[in-house]
């Protein structure tokens, strides 16, 4: 992938000149083949460190593991007096030699990785950063040395393997976007495209939303309401602390135009924070309450079943597996019955075959849902598979998403494997 990256990057030096009164930021996305996990990459510090990290939608902050080569000598520590210490996460010490990660009377943070049962201690620092070849200073991140850590779980864990963090894309003040908007006066608002393939392109990663003079922006977007989980949904909070992650109103669902029939009290946000639904690049497939999951394959088997398509054995961790030999296609992926996500006013997010179907082998294709389990805190969460060439913007000044449900009905992708239509911005 490395012929991809760097010409995306020489797309986006050229790109970029055509906004240059913008301050707008781009990076590239790739997918992990291996953990279907989205990652980019991000110059940090002096010299510059090229960090591969995982995207987090969820994640509070940027993190990454400061191993034995990066000695950056624009680090600074933020002390545990300073103003930009939270207070709440105590200090860190070290031994000498001194280096980042390795430092005295130091702000702690919480390095959080969703997918490892722990919470690691890191510490707060200042370093500048480098993105869209421009270098942005004053940007607070976490720093840990995973070596310090024994045992099974370690920071990094189940992280794509060239991964060495995670970028933090959730609703708090130390998130990249948030500081993004800070540094350069844009406002505070992010957008995805995430690639389906590597094979056929990088997908996108735009801080201040969507350029104006982008081949994006042609794709209309319908715009709902992004919720608060009053409670908070972190491994690690405050009493009173609401989630950081992003919420939305989904009133029912639909497979193949009709209504699941299931508890629809498990679509909201209860007293105690349990239930509603929200959204995550962590998860690879969309985990559901059992209470729906097993309703909603029902249906898809029986509306499945009525378009001749055949069932065969299940294949974990999916339920529902079809012949993929008896699976017609469409402009939108495989054949398959609609699942349609019923927000507020009506409004619906189609979820089509290229985004509700896993082709697990050459002769199997299986809907990509899974069981979360009878009592999971949050009742839907939609995972990154179904957030695939679907481009997403996250306003966090007036709380709203916008998306476009699949860019396959504009025979687009958020990937493109003609490399010479890879440039994101119109050159008009």
Excluded at 39 to 66: E, K, M, R, V
Excluded at 92 to 100: A, E, I, L, N, R
Excluded at 229 to 256: H, L, Q
Excluded at 378 to 402: A, M, P, R, Y
Aim: include cysteine.
């Amino acid at each position: 992938m490395a012929s991809f990256t760097t010409l995306f990057s020489s797309l986006l030096t050229i790109a970029l000149l055509s906004f240059s009164c913008s301050s707008q930021f781009i990076l590239p996305i790739e997918k992990d083949p291996i953990t279907n996990l989205f990652t980019t990459s991000l110059g940090i510090g002096t010299p510059q460190h090229n960090f591969n990290l995982a995207i987090d939608l969820g994640g509070p902050i940027l993190w990454y593991d400061c191993y034995k080569t990066y000695n950056s000598s624009t680090y600074k520590p933020i002390s545990c007096d300073s103003k930009l210490c939270p207070g709440n996460t105590g200090c860190t010490g070290c031994s000498v030699p001194f280096k980042p990660g390795c430092t005295n009377n130091t702000c702690a943070t919480n390095i959080i990785n969703p997918l490892v049962h722990a919470i690691f201690v890191g510490d707060t620092g200042n370093d500048v950063l480098f993105i869209s070849h421009s270098k942005v200073s004053n940007i607070l991140s976490g720093c840990t040395e995973s070596e310090v850590f024994t045992g099974e779980d370690v920071p990094l864990k189940n992280l794509p393997k060239t991964s060495k963090g995670i970028l933090g894309l959730a609703r708090t003040k130390l998130s990249l976007p948030k500081q993004l908007s800070s540094h350069n006066n844009f406002p505070n608002k992010f957008s995805l495209c995430l690639p389906s393939s590597n094979k056929k392109g990088l997908g996108s990663l735009f801080f201040g939303g969507v350029p104006q003079k982008s081949s994006y922006s042609k794709f209309q977007l319908t715009t709902i309401p992004l919720i608060i989980n009053p409670f908070s949904t972190a491994p690690i909070f405050s009493v009173g602390d609401a989630s950081y992650e992003y919420f939305i109103d989904v009133k029912s669902i639909k497979v193949g135009g009709e209504v699941v029939n299931f508890k629809s009290s498990l679509l909201s946000i209860d007293n105690k924070g349990n239930g509603g639904t929200k959204i995550s690049t962590m998860n690879s497939f969309t985990l559901l309450h059992s209470s729906i999951f097993k309703p909603l394959v029902r249906d898809f088997v029986k509306k499945a079943s009525d378009k001749k398509i055949k069932k065969v054995a299940s294949v974990a961790p999916f339920e529902a597996c079809f012949d993929f030999s008896t699976i017609g296609r469409t402009k939108t992926g495989l054949d398959v019955p609609t699942i349609d996500l019923v927000l507020e006013g009506g409004v619906e997010w189609k979820i089509y075959g290229g985004n509700s179907m896993v082709l697990v082998n050459k002769k199997v294709a299986c809907l990509g849902f899974v069981d979360g389990g009878k009592e999971p805190m949050t009742s839907v969460v939609i995972g990154g598979h179904q957030l695939e060439d679907n481009l997403l913007e996250f306003d966090l000044v007036s709380s709203k998403l916008g998306f476009s449900s699949s860019l396959l009905l504009h025979n687009a992708r958020c990937s493109n494997s003609d490399q010479a239509n890879l440039s994101l911005v119109s050159m008009e």
